[in-house]
């Protein structure tokens, strides 16, 4: 009987830590995160000009 202790690999409970890959075709995370930035940056401008009504 061996009472050395097995190796064990990372990564081999199979859990995975790691990002998924997007979809085909959905936007990647660089892109989101732009827009989202974007987004702020309107809405901001948005409540700081008053509406005019027509």
């Given at each position: 009987m061996d009472n050395t202790i097995p190796r064990r690999l990372p990564g081999a409970?199979?859990?995975k830590h790691a990002v998924p890959d997007s979809q085909p075709g959905a936007p990647?995370?660089?892109l989101r995160i732009?827009?989202?930035?974007?987004?702020e940056k309107f809405m901001?401008?948005?409540n700081t000009k008053p509406e005019t009504e027509t």
């Open positions: 409970s199979g859990s990647s995370r660089a732009r827009a989202a930035g974007g987004w901001r401008r948005a």
